[in-house]
């Protein structure tokens, strides 16, 4: 790029920069919100929910380059505008091809990243993750007992807790057991979750335990630690169930005849697959109408309020459609070609404009698709 190519494409990429890492943190807060259930409920740690919440951003990024792209951008052509940098840089001999040069360098680096978050970053991290939340989920620490609070599982067992600590120390345990007429209960000071032989076990520490036997007579133990069996009360739950936005490229297009009953459909998987490659592409998109909406007008006093409503209702409008695309794609799988040939057509059309005369005795309107029609230039 030329010394004025390479000042404008810095000055595109810190508010591209910036509205990226602003919705980034939004869509964190956004997920760690979810994610707190699995302190709160659960009793696991921080790190946990930390690690969840990072995960999920691969999968968010998807859906917010493209739009910080287009912000960011509008941004940044409206300063350059305003100020006339972009009039004083055509008046110095420059093309409008080099003028919207690094723009298109922009999107394409975008696209890129998009395309590598959604080919290789995604798959791993909402894999990893799923994995993640479904141990935490089965875990019998995390099904058994939550604190201060009376938890019954469907073997007649019910355990209460009154503290956990974030070591998974348990406080002050109570467990009581009721098979057919029998009844039975725990008590402990300390306890904590682990496994003997594979199997989950309870150790509790400091504690006694009390039965009726069946001559109504009260059997009392008192114990420093004892191993208390879990394995009669584990739910068995093989593997984790993904979803297609988990899955990588190759099992979206080819899937495993065994993946089908568990993930969903092959039309499901491969408007996912499709859906994966076309997304990025919408950076282009977006690129094209923020050029769209300041230059192919001509230059404006009053700013440019109109022009980039107008761009962001037909961006709105066009990631909506495309999004309306992919789920008929599900049902109709000749509609993913429209996954590729939607946003490279509204590209084509909106750097049409770019480069489209007025007609004479009139200005340019931005969106006017109708001056984009062979007719309208013998008008």
């Known amino acids: ?56 951003v ?20 409206t300063r350059l505008q305003r100020e006339q940098e972009l009039t004083a840089a055509q008046a110095a001999g420059i093309t409008r091809v080099a003028l919207i040069r690094p723009a298109a360098k922009l999107a394409v680096i975008v696209m890129a990243l998009g395309l ?18 479904f ?34 120390l348990l406080k002050n345990l109570f467990i009581y057991i009721r098979d057919g007429e029998t009844t039975q209960t725990w008590s402990a000071a300390e306890a904590r979750f682990g496994r003997v032989d594979g199997e989950p076990v309870l150790t509790l520490i400091g504690g006694s335990s009390q039965q009726f036997s069946s001559a109504g007579v009260l059997n009392l133990l008192s114990f420093d630690t004892y191993v208390f069996p879990l394995g009669g009360y584990a739910e068995g739950a093989e593997q984790p169930r993904f979803k297609p936005s988990d899955l990588g490229l190759s099992d979206l297009f080819m899937p495993r005849p065994e993946m089908i009953p568990s993930v969903g459909t092959r039309n499901e998987l491969l408007a996912e697959g499709h859906s994966r490659l076309a997304s990025p592409l919408y950076a282009l998109t977006a690129m094209a109408l923020a050029l769209a909406a300041i230059l192919a007008g001509s230059f404006s006093r009053t700013g440019y309020g109109i022009r980039v409503a107008k761009a962001a209702a037909v961006f709105l409008l066009v990631r909506i459609l495309g999004y309306g695309v992919v789920a008929a794609a599900a049902w109709t799988p000749w509609l993913n070609l429209l996954q590729y040939a939607f946003p490279l057509v509204v590209t084509a059309l909106a750097v049409a404009m770019l480069f489209r005369a007025p007609r004479r005795g009139r200005r340019l309107d931005l969106f006017d698709w109708r001056a984009l029609m062979p007719g309208s230039a013998r008008a």
């Open 58 to 77: 691969p999968q968010l990024l998807g859906v917010i380059l493209p739009i910080g792209l287009f912000v960011g951008a509008l941004v940044a052509l």
């Open 1 to 56: 790029m030329t010394l004025i190519q390479g000042y404008l494409f810095r000055q595109l990429l810190l508010p591209v920069a910036g509205a990226c890492a602003a919705l980034v943190g939004i869509g964190v807060l956004s997920q760690s919100l979810e994610q707190l259930e699995f302190v709160v409920e659960r009793g696991q740690s921080l790190w946990l929910m930390l690690k969840l919440t990072l995960l999920a």
């Open 135 to 168: 141990a935490v989920r089965s875990d019998l620490a995390a099904l058994l007992v939550r604190e201060g609070e009376f938890v019954q599982s469907g073997d007649g067992l019910t355990v209460y807790v009154q503290e956990i600590e974030q070591n998974g």
């Open 116 to 133: 590598l978050i959604n080919l290789v970053i995604q798959p791993w991290s909402q894999t990893t993750a799923r994995t993640e939340a």
